[in-house]
Every structure is written in structure tokens, then in C-alpha cells.
């Protein structure tokens, strides 16, 4: 059973870094594209990034120049480093692995 579980979520103030951290068991990880997503209170889950499993990485327009998505093969985890954050990015961040998703690390972005 594939389970996904992602972790490093937390309370920032504006202009400052988080990485969150997905780690996947049961799934054939190194050949899967992972993605990372949020949904803010209010509003629709959206898209923030993919990572395919050559390396080739898409973003948002809104998170474009300031989130870095990555993966480890050797450890089943994607990752994504989150800088210059803003209150905006205030949401659930879920990962997803194309057909299952995780159960979200909060992350809030206030002073």
C-alpha cells in the first residue's frame, strides 16, 4: 500500500524559509513524477510544482524563482525548499505521487 507522509510545515514570518519533506513507501518511487500542492483555506487545491523522475522540475507561475522542488531516489523523498515565503503561501502543502496523496503539513506565513 503506497503511503505518503509529509512533514516540515510550520509558522514563519513573511520573507522567510521552510522546507517541507515527503517521504513514500509502497510505491515504485524512482520512476514516478511527484508533485507538490496546497489549498488554502476557502479556496481550491492548486498546483505548485512537479518533479519528474529525470530531474526535469515545473512550477507555478506564483512560486516560480523562490520554491525549489528535488527528490532523493536513494531515500524515497521529495522535497521542497520554500523561500522569500508570503502570507499568501498560507495553505495544507500535500504531495502526490499521481495517484495518491498524503495527508498535508500545514505552513502559515505570518508576522
Known amino acids: 500500500q503506497v503511503q505518503l507522509v509529509e512533514s516540515g510545515g510550520g509558522l514563519v514570518q513573511p520573507g522567510g524559509s521552510l522546507r517541507l519533506s515527503c517521504a513514500a513507501s509502497?510505491?515504485?518511487?524512482?520512476?514516478?513524477?511527484m508533485g507538490w500542492y496546497r489549498q488554502a483555506p476557502g479556496k481550491q487545491r492548486e498546483w505548485v510544482a512537479t518533479?519528474?523522475?529525470?530531474?526535469?522540475?515545473n512550477y507555478a507561475d506564483s512560486v516560480k524563482g523562490r520554491f525549489t522542488i528535488s527528490r532523493d531516489n536513494a531515500k524515497n523523498t521529495v522535497y521542497l525548499q520554500m523561500n522569500s515565503l508570503k502570507p499568501e503561501d498560507t495553505a495544507l502543502y500535500y504531495c502526490?505521487?499521481?495517484?495518491?496523496w498524503g495527508q498535508g503539513t500545514q505552513v502559515t506565513v505570518s508576522s
Open positions: 502526490n505521487d499521481g495517484a495518491y
Open positions: 509502497g510505491s515504485i518511487f524512482s520512476i514516478a513524477a
Open positions: 518533479i519528474f523522475s529525470g530531474g526535469i522540475t
